[in-house]
């Protein structure tokens, strides 16, 4: 080859590899609205082409946001298709984005079979390495820089609103990757965001820029880590993900998703100084100390523990107040704290719990749980979120009642049958057909 045709070539070569990529203004990416993209999904009963078309939706509705949980969503759906290949890809763009459940296999049931290919054996790998990071209680960490990311965005929202969802859009597409978890499990949409943020309570949002700072939360989390300490001892297995404080809208104090752990800052506010206007009665009663910021976290840990393989009965009121009240209960044996609520004072009375129980009994195997959990300002014939309560009550009597400690919290945690659990507590009767008899407390 002739030396000036080369350097022909060398020349081009360098001028695509000095070609910078722009990427496009933020009014051009798609932001997907979770509420309507799940809607899709409610059909009860679906073809695995359906499946497939559900899953080929959120990856095409995540090209932009790029959230892990969305891809493990569309994995779930093309398991459901029985795609294995699909599944593993869609997997794998998770754990690109941030996912940390090395336990996310346990949530497709028979995949472990159908990994037998090159990229199935990665995902194996990549998720054991994930495992061995997590086994440590040191990888725990309170990450704040999502709510620091915030405030420019939202002060920028503040001065112009014409412009407000186009700056919380910004937040979302130019913060770090858990914001855009978060928005799936929480935000929901833009609209939620301004209707919460920006026109009902901006005061109070306010407000929570001068009272949070990450040098309030070094002794809570040295308090957090000792409580994982002495829970680590119960659950040899247990994985310690990162935990993200991000700004809320004001509906839930902490979740879960597969990156980890979220606490909504925005819970943790409450002071003598607090602003109170455009806040809900729910929200003003619900809103929490940094104090109580452990507490929380501990019992979003547990989420992240549990994986459940009882598909029967996982998504009925038998299941869910077991997985919410294990929660609380695993942070009281974790912490030496006793668990003292409202709720636990409302059910002492003989005759709430024996109306309770009897309520209880019937909505067992019902898919609705509207009448037992997160249902704070939308029940008026006793307390909110009595599942909660209910579920605690049974997990303690189970644990107290099972004569292996380490293996009722393996059974707490990974139930194959929830049923197991009521017959080894004091509750059994609620899986009978006789008459309720209220245990005392």
Known sequence: MKPTRLAFILLLLGIGACRTYEEPPIR?????????????SEKQELSKKEFKFLGDTL???????????????????YHQAGTSKKTVAALHQAI????ANPKILGRFPGIEESLEFPEGQRLKQRLDSIKQQLEQVSHYKLEMRAMDHF????????????????????FLLQGPPEIRDFYVVRYGNLDLMYGQMINATPDYYRYLKTHIHPDSLQALQATTRKWMTNFKD???????????????????????????????GDM????EDMPTDGLSDWQKNSIMNFKQLPGLTIHELMHFQQNYKDTVNIDKVMGAIIGEGV???LVELSSGVPLQSDNLSYLEDPDNMNFILNELKNDLYNSDNSKWLYNGGSIEDRPHDLGYTLGYLISKSY????????????????????????KGSNYSFLLEKDTILSPSI
């Open 327 to 329: 929660c609380d209960f």
């Open 96 to 99: 690109e984005k941030g996912m």
């Open 268 to 271: 943790y506010g409450r002071s």
């Open 59 to 77: 990856i095409a509705a995540n090209q932009d946001l790029q959230a892990a949980q969305l891809y493990v969503e569309a994995a779930s759906f």
């Open 234 to 264: 119960l659950y040899p297995q247990a994985v310690f993900p990162k935990v993200f404080i991000v700004p809320g809208i004001l509906n839930s104090g902490g979740t879960a998703t597969e990156m980890g752990m979220f606490v909504g």
């Open 151 to 170: 405030w420019p965005y939202f002060d920028s929202a503040l001065k112009d609103t014409s412009k407000a969802r186009e700056e919380l859009k910004k």
């Open 28 to 40: 051009d990416l798609h932001l997907p609205d979770i509420i309507a993209l799940f809607e899709l």
């Open 399 to 422: 644990f107290q009642n099972h004569p292996d400690k380490i293996q009722a919290v393996h059974e707490l945690l990974n139930t194959e049958n929830f049923k197991v659990i009521y």
